[in-house]
Nanobody
């Protein structure tokens, strides 16, 4: 089992920045692919950004390309999401997720099942 704990959410005005963190514990060898999803009220969950353990594979949703950056510190078992130029449309609950297979870090993988999830952290962007 893997436990994921997110931190770093909050409220910012449009154009602002936030950095989310997600610390993994437990069977961390099952975190070959880690990343972030988000869900706004009344909307489907969306894969935002993913990164493989080797960092060779990354995925970004088109809506966040050029504004968000995903990174990970394998020694600390932590994945980050740096969010810049935030827009009101980025308002959502952001969830950290992990999968044992590194190839899940693709556009197809972002539509699929992830084995482990955090509890979520709220990001609110005001206009």
């Amino acid at each position: 089992q893997v436990q994921l704990v997110e931190s770093g959410g909050g409220s910012v005005p449009a154009g602002g920045s936030l950095r989310l963190s997600c610390a993994a514990s437990g069977d961390t060898y099952d975190t070959a692919c880690m990343g972030w999803f988000r869900q706004a009220p009344g909307q489907e969950r969306e894969g935002v950004a993913l990164i493989s353990r080797s960092r060779e594979l990354t995925y970004y949703a088109d809506s966040v390309k050029g504004r968000f950056t995903v990174s990970r510190d394998n020694a600390a078992n932590t994945v980050y999401l740096q969010m810049n130029s935030l827009k009101p449309g980025d308002t959502a609950t952001y969830y950290c997720a992990a999968h044992p297979y590194y190839l899940q870090c693709t556009a197809a993988g972002a539509q699929g099942h992830f084995d482990y999830w955090g509890q979520g952290t709220q990001v609110t962007v005001s206009s």
